[in-house]
């Protein structure tokens, strides 16, 4: 099919306002201010919590963590974590999907939560959860034409995940930002080789830098030096793609820069929502747990990318559930707990914790003092969050697994949550980084979009829909999102078109997808 107009969506993960904003008035950013002066800016909302894997999945599905069926890079069994990417949450079906079906052609390239390359109508590029080199592009030729043009292809910048405070000892700023632009050229030579010798109607880029460099550095000079260099690769896009285009530029969540670290779990013990056991053999085993419970999913794609081809499918079942912290808390005497590093909070409840201790009809009581407990600390040290409940914020069949409280941090925050035990204070000044927030950057440009307007927040969930609505091709009725009407100037077509929805079955999802879906599904089965 042919398209009179193509649609560009650019992704930065971890791209924040804040840092933009700076270098615009200092002039830096040319081609982001050109493109602020002639489309529509406003706030993306990041899920929450404001983790990539769940956020671009809710950018490029219109459904919510509830939904999906996975809130982090981990996920909660009973007392486990379940690494994302380990195909235990049912595959979904994408924007590109949509678009394939109804006749456009596509590329895909480098989308973080994509973990392997499958069908589609027109070329994909997994991202850096890819643990299979196999299974890195579709078709599979492509891997071979990507080593012509930029020699050993990089899903990403191996070891900075899990490692950000020992790799800031152990490199010297200037190489780690240089390897990170390093791999980053080689994601943007690919990018523009694949728009300028693919057909397509509809695109999807992802650039990585800025969030790899601000997990791990508070430097501005670094953080600044990243933001210049893409923009320079946007400027080199733009131009491939000339006039005739719409552009979406947008990322996954923004960013805070953190001021110090909150021990979640400490809080909760001193408050007497949880009690961990002592003793020396414990405290030991609590500081590897520690370690593992906010680094395994993070190092595992690294790890398993160093394995044989053969052992990956037997190592990837290994590792797709990781139990910990089973000694570090005392269950019997336990009412609530965190896990990850988003703040996430689980009720101990007796109905799904294997030695859960809260009843059903206590629990509406305890999350309510928890969250007031919770939102009365942080008001009183001058720090900027709100405190969510699972019925605020997800909706679907997958809500029972979710956090039952989620504090959601934004750009204003400035600490850093860590689930760690053994902490003689909630809170510690040492801290390198930052983390991500819940507000990202949306930009929109395009023939028939507003100029120079902000239209306030936007959601993850809107992208899906807005996109489908530009292309007349019907949106799924079970999206969250909303068509973005104010983008568009109000003699559009977009403007005034009224929008299409329809009941979509399994039937978009490639062959593979099925059987992960089977296979998630009777993995669920047996842990019942």
Not at 65 to 75: A, C, D, R, S, T
Not at 378 to 397: M, T
Request: overall charge positive; charged content about 25%.
């Amino acid at each position: 099919m042919t398209f009179s107009m193509r649609v560009l969506l650019i992704g930065v993960d971890g791209a924040a306002w804040q840092v933009i904003e700076k270098l615009i008035e200092r002039g830096e950013l040319p081609t982001i201010s050109r493109l602020l002066q002639e489309g529509c800016k406003g706030i993306l909302r990041s899920t929450i919590p404001p983790s990539s894997v769940p956020a671009w999945n809710a950018i490029t599905t219109g459904l919510n963590p509830g939904k999906l069926g996975i809130l982090n890079k981990i996920h909660r069994g009973t007392y486990e974590y379940v690494s994302a990417w380990n195909s235990i949450y049912e595959p979904q079906i994408h924007i590109w999907d949509y678009l394939g079906k109804a006749g456009y052609k596509v590329i895909i390239a480098n989308p973080p939560h994509i973990p392997y390359a499958y069908r589609v109508n027109g070329v994909m590029l997994a991202g850096f959860t890819c643990i299979d080199m196999e299974k890195l592009t579709y078709p599979s030729s492509l891997k071979e034409e990507l080593q012509q043009v930029v020699g050993d292809y990089e899903v990403d910048v191996s070891n900075i995940f899990g490692v950000e405070s020992k790799l800031r000892r152990i490199l010297k700023s200037k190489k780690m930002v240089n390897k990170v632009l390093e791999v980053e050229n080689k994601h943007h030579l690919t990018f523009r080789h694949l728009l300028k010798k693919y057909a397509w109607d509809f695109a999807f880029i992802v650039y990585v830098s800025p969030d790899r460099i601000q997990h791990i550095s508070n430097n501005l000079k670094e953080i600044y030096k990243i933001y210049i260099d893409l923009d320079e690769k946007l400027a080199d896009i733009l131009e491939i793609i000339g006039n005739d285009t719409y552009i979406f530029l947008i990322s996954d969540h923004g960013f805070t820069f953190n001021a110090k670290t909150f021990y979640i779990n400490k809080w909760l013990e001193d408050n007497k929502y949880l009690r961990s056991r002592r003793g020396i053999k414990t405290a030991a085993g609590d500081r590897l747990r520690n370690v593992l419970s906010i680094y395994i999913p993070w190092i595992t794609p690294n790890v398993i990318r160093l394995l044989p081809n053969k052992f990956l499918r037997k190592f990837e079942r290994k590792l797709s559930v990781v139990e910990l912290g089973k000694e570090t808390i005392d269950w019997d005497n336990t009412l609530a707990f965190s896990y990850g590093i988003f703040g996430e909070i689980w009720i101990n409840l007796k109905s799904e914790r294997p030695r859960g201790i809260v009843a059903r009809e206590e629990y509406d009581l305890l999350v309510k003092k928890l969250h007031n407990d919770l939102k009365k600390f942080f008001d009183s040290e001058g720090i900027n969050v709100d405190i969510a409940k699972k019925d605020e914020v997800w909706k679907g069949r997958f809500v029972h697994g979710c956090a039952d409280l989620v504090i959601v941090i934004n750009s204003k925050s400035g600490i850093k949550i860590d689930p760690s035990f053994r902490r003689k204070s909630c809170f510690s000044s040492r801290v390198e980084g930052g983390t991500h927030s819940i507000d990202g950057i949306f930009i929109a440009v395009g023939p028939e979009i507003m100029k120079s307007k902000h239209v306030g927040i936007i959601s993850a969930y809107d992208l899906l829909p807005t996109i489908l609505h530009i292309f007349q091709v019907a949106i799924p009725r079970n999206c969250d999102g909303r068509i973005i009407k104010e983008l568009f100037v109000k003699e559009s077509k977009y403007y005034r078109r009224e929008p299409i929805y329809k009941d979509y079955d399994n039937s978009l999802l490639s062959l593979e997808s099925k059987l992960r879906s089977i296979r998630f599904k009777y993995r669920k089965l047996m842990r019942r």
